[in-house]
């Protein structure tokens, strides 16, 4: 697996403005910016339009750029859920290079593997996207997705009867069996490399919370707490009128505007 290093590993930088400490910013109404992958904090700068590299999944870059799904979804079965050494004085490097599937601090550890190790990919930032998606890729993925996952019915049914859960065959998508539909998701694409051309919604450094909100500690970086060990998280789409409103209104993460 490729190295990786902390507010690095795919991090936007927008062209002709300086860096400044990351925060929750929505975009103007201003011109367009492009927005490319290069490795160097990012700053979160408001923006309109963006374009910039999604990233579903990815695999080692010795891979066919056009099976990279395929190949991802063969590895599916080989990430095991792992618990953190103690005391844990991982870096971060560390921490990918021994738990590239994450690790836990619990003993019993029933994380999602398979999606922690998809989130600690690293690939390389000039390889050519697959195809470029719009809004209505999306809305036809989502549709898919659905389809994978179990009814509130199924799930009250589950979690209250045995004998039901083992009628259910494996159920449908949890937060925990990512691996079960990794075949599923090779066929959606899922581990190709997609452009995407959007509005940016927020920015999150998620090692830096809002008030009264902790930080998040994830799994997939070994749940460590130094503040150089955070990722960021975004929320894009296509809806103009949803990005005027947060140029009016600064939201951050988890408001009602987006929930």
Known sequence: MSTRTPHQSLRPSYKGI???PPNLHP???????????????????????V???LVLAAVPDSLSAQDRAHQLAQQASKQKAATCPKPNNLTLQQCHDKFPDGCSASPHPSYDAYLDFLKDQDPDPGLAPTKKLADADFKRLKSQLTQLSQSSKARRKAKANAKARSKTKKG?????????FAPQFAVLGEGNLYTVIAYLYF?????????????????????LTASDTF??????GFDSGLASQAAATHPKSGDALYS
């Open 51 to 53: 374009f910039f590299l």
């Open 203 to 223: 920015a999150e450094d998620t090692g830096n919370p809002p008030p009264g909100k902790s930080p998040n500690v994830e799994t997939c970086n070994c749940k």
């Open 172 to 180: 449908g998508l949890t937060a925990t069996n990512h691996a079960s």
């Open 231 to 236: 990722d960021y998280h975004i929320g894009i």
């Open 18 to 20: 300086p860096n400044e």
């Open 27 to 49: 975009p103007p109404s201003g011109r367009p910016r492009k927005l490319q992958f290069t490795r160097r904090r990012c700053p979160w700068e408001r923006i309109s339009q």
